[in-house]
Protein backbone atom coordinates (compact mmCIF):
# COMPACT_ATOMS: atom_id res chain seq x y z
CA UNK A 1 0.00 0.00 0.00
CA UNK A 2 0.98 3.50 -0.81
CA UNK A 3 -0.24 6.90 0.10
CA UNK A 4 1.56 9.25 -1.78
CA UNK A 5 0.43 12.93 -0.24
CA UNK A 6 1.81 16.35 -1.93
CA UNK A 7 0.33 19.94 -2.02
CA UNK A 8 1.93 21.84 0.92
CA UNK A 9 3.72 24.46 1.09
CA UNK A 10 4.28 27.70 2.84
CA UNK A 11 1.09 30.41 2.91
CA UNK A 12 0.00 32.99 5.30
CA UNK A 13 -2.62 33.11 7.58
CA UNK A 14 -5.44 33.39 5.98
CA UNK A 15 -4.39 31.54 2.46
CA UNK A 16 -5.52 28.60 1.25
CA UNK A 17 -3.91 24.98 0.08
CA UNK A 18 -5.03 21.97 -1.75
CA UNK A 19 -3.65 18.82 -0.59
CA UNK A 20 -4.00 15.42 -2.67
CA UNK A 21 -3.02 11.54 -1.54
CA UNK A 22 -2.77 9.36 -4.37
CA UNK A 23 -3.36 6.17 -3.02
CA UNK A 24 -2.53 2.22 -4.30
CA UNK A 25 -2.49 -1.15 -2.94
CA UNK A 26 -5.98 -1.38 -1.99
CA UNK A 27 -9.37 -1.07 -3.23
CA UNK A 28 -9.81 2.36 -3.10
CA UNK A 29 -13.24 2.99 -3.43
CA UNK A 30 -14.48 0.75 -0.40
CA UNK A 31 -12.32 2.61 1.73
CA UNK A 32 -13.38 5.08 4.50
CA UNK A 33 -10.39 7.45 3.76
CA UNK A 34 -8.95 10.33 6.45
CA UNK A 35 -6.71 13.34 6.81
CA UNK A 36 -4.59 13.29 9.87
CA UNK A 37 -2.53 16.63 10.85
CA UNK A 38 0.53 16.25 13.01
CA UNK A 39 1.92 19.83 14.60
CA UNK A 40 4.78 20.02 15.05
CA UNK A 41 5.42 18.65 18.73
CA UNK A 42 2.34 17.59 19.84
CA UNK A 43 0.34 14.27 18.34
CA UNK A 44 -1.45 13.41 15.49
CA UNK A 45 -4.95 14.19 14.78
CA UNK A 46 -7.94 13.48 12.12
CA UNK A 47 -8.99 16.50 10.67
CA UNK A 48 -11.34 14.81 8.31
CA UNK A 49 -13.00 11.65 6.97
CA UNK A 50 -14.54 10.73 3.98
CA UNK A 51 -16.91 7.36 3.66
CA UNK A 52 -16.46 5.01 0.81
CA UNK A 53 -20.46 6.75 0.08
CA UNK A 54 -18.97 10.06 0.00
CA UNK A 55 -20.04 11.26 3.83
CA UNK A 56 -18.06 13.46 5.29
CA UNK A 57 -16.89 14.28 8.62
CA UNK A 58 -14.40 17.10 10.53
CA UNK A 59 -12.67 18.35 13.82
CA UNK A 60 -14.31 21.09 15.18
CA UNK A 61 -11.10 22.80 14.96
CA UNK A 62 -11.37 22.91 10.63
CA UNK A 63 -15.28 22.73 10.25
CA UNK A 64 -16.33 25.67 7.51
CA UNK A 65 -12.72 25.98 6.53
CA UNK A 66 -11.80 22.40 5.13
CA UNK A 67 -13.50 20.00 2.98
CA UNK A 68 -12.48 16.64 2.01
CA UNK A 69 -13.26 15.14 -0.79
CA UNK A 70 -12.44 11.85 -3.07
CA UNK A 71 -11.75 10.91 -7.00
CA UNK A 72 -12.53 6.82 -7.18
CA UNK A 73 -11.64 6.69 -10.31
CA UNK A 74 -7.81 8.28 -9.73
CA UNK A 75 -7.64 6.91 -6.25
CA UNK A 76 -6.16 10.03 -4.74
CA UNK A 77 -8.59 11.50 -1.79
CA UNK A 78 -8.03 15.91 -1.81
CA UNK A 79 -8.32 17.89 1.29
CA UNK A 80 -9.21 21.54 -0.04
CA UNK A 81 -7.50 24.17 3.39
CA UNK A 82 -9.32 27.80 3.50
CA UNK A 83 -8.32 30.22 5.73
CA UNK A 84 -5.27 28.94 7.13
CA UNK A 85 -4.04 29.27 10.64
CA UNK A 86 -0.87 28.80 12.46
CA UNK A 87 -2.60 25.97 14.19
CA UNK A 88 -2.90 24.54 11.04
CA UNK A 89 1.36 24.07 10.90
CA UNK A 90 2.43 21.18 10.38
CA UNK A 91 2.59 17.75 8.39
CA UNK A 92 -0.73 16.44 6.70
CA UNK A 93 -1.17 12.63 6.10
CA UNK A 94 -3.77 10.73 4.47
CA UNK A 95 -4.90 7.04 5.71
CA UNK A 96 -7.48 4.88 6.38
CA UNK A 97 -10.33 6.25 8.41
CA UNK A 98 -8.87 3.56 10.90
CA UNK A 99 -4.81 4.63 10.06
CA UNK A 100 -4.32 0.99 9.47
CA UNK A 101 -1.88 1.28 6.10
CA UNK A 102 1.80 2.40 6.79
CA UNK A 103 2.14 5.89 6.80
CA UNK A 104 3.45 7.95 3.75
CA UNK A 105 5.81 10.41 4.46
CA UNK A 106 3.11 13.50 4.60
CA UNK A 107 2.85 16.72 2.74
CA UNK A 108 4.29 20.16 5.20
CA UNK A 109 1.62 22.71 5.53
CA UNK A 110 3.86 25.89 7.19
CA UNK A 111 1.66 29.20 7.59
CA UNK A 112 3.02 31.96 8.47
CA UNK A 113 1.46 35.12 9.61
Request: glycine share 12%; proline share 2%; charged share 15%.
Amino acid sequence: VQLQASGGGLVQAGGSLRLSCEVSGISFSTHDMAWFHLPPGKQYGLVASIASDGRTAYADSVKGRFTISRDNAKKIVYLQLNNLNLEDTGLYFCNSRRGIYTWGQGTLVTVSS
